[in-house]
């Protein structure tokens, strides 16, 4: 079984439910996981003129990035998986290079990552974080899979 298990989270309902699924697993196996969050560079609205970020907007970043750690670990505590948090902020590196690098050095078993799923003109547009993660991972990588609400039928 899997004893260090690394997972991104960005504080989507993606990120929660593989995160959630990431938690099961260490707890039957015993156990850890590692929870890691990347800021990452945002659009020229955040930039000035010359494209470097304000301080002000970095460190509204950080602050949101260390909030999405410390309430995903809480989550874990609650669930009595012992869990730590690492928040990178180093911009201009890719979410899968940090996320590669750190299951390396936590000498991760297996990453878990939730995925949108997106298809044609939105994964082109916004890439896919979990793609690249499976790519340059060192380890396994298990992938979950955003659900997709589905209409009642009458």
């Known amino acids: 079984m899997y004893q ?5 989270v960005d504080g989507s309902e993606t990120a929660t439910k593989a995160m959630l699924a990431a938690l099961q697993m260490a707890r039957d196996s015993g156990g ?4 890691v969050h990347v800021v990452e560079g945002m659009t020229p609205l955040a930039t000035d003129p010359y ?4 301080g ?20 874990a505590k609650a ?14 590196e890719r979410l899968a290079e940090v996320v590669a690098d750190t299951a390396t050095r936590f000498k ?3 990453i878990v990552v939730g995925t949108h799923g997106r298809r044609g003109f939105g994964r082109m547009m916004l890439g896919s974080g979990a793609e ?3 790519r340059l991972a060192p380890v396994p990588v ?7 609400k589905k209409e009642a039928s009458a």
């Open 4 to 8: 260090r298990i690394l997972v991104p």
């Open 32 to 35: 850890q996981v590692h929870l």
């Open 51 to 54: 494209g470097a970020y304000s």
């Open 56 to 75: 002000e907007v970095i460190e509204i970043m950080r602050q949101s990035g260390s909030k999405i750690l410390e309430d995903a670990l809480v989550v």
């Open 79 to 92: 669930a009595g998986v012992p869990a730590d948090t690492e928040l990178f902020d180093n911009f201009g």
């Open 108 to 110: 991760a078993d297996l």
């Open 132 to 134: 690249q993660i499976i």
């Open 142 to 148: 298990l992938v979950i899979r955003h659900s997709e």
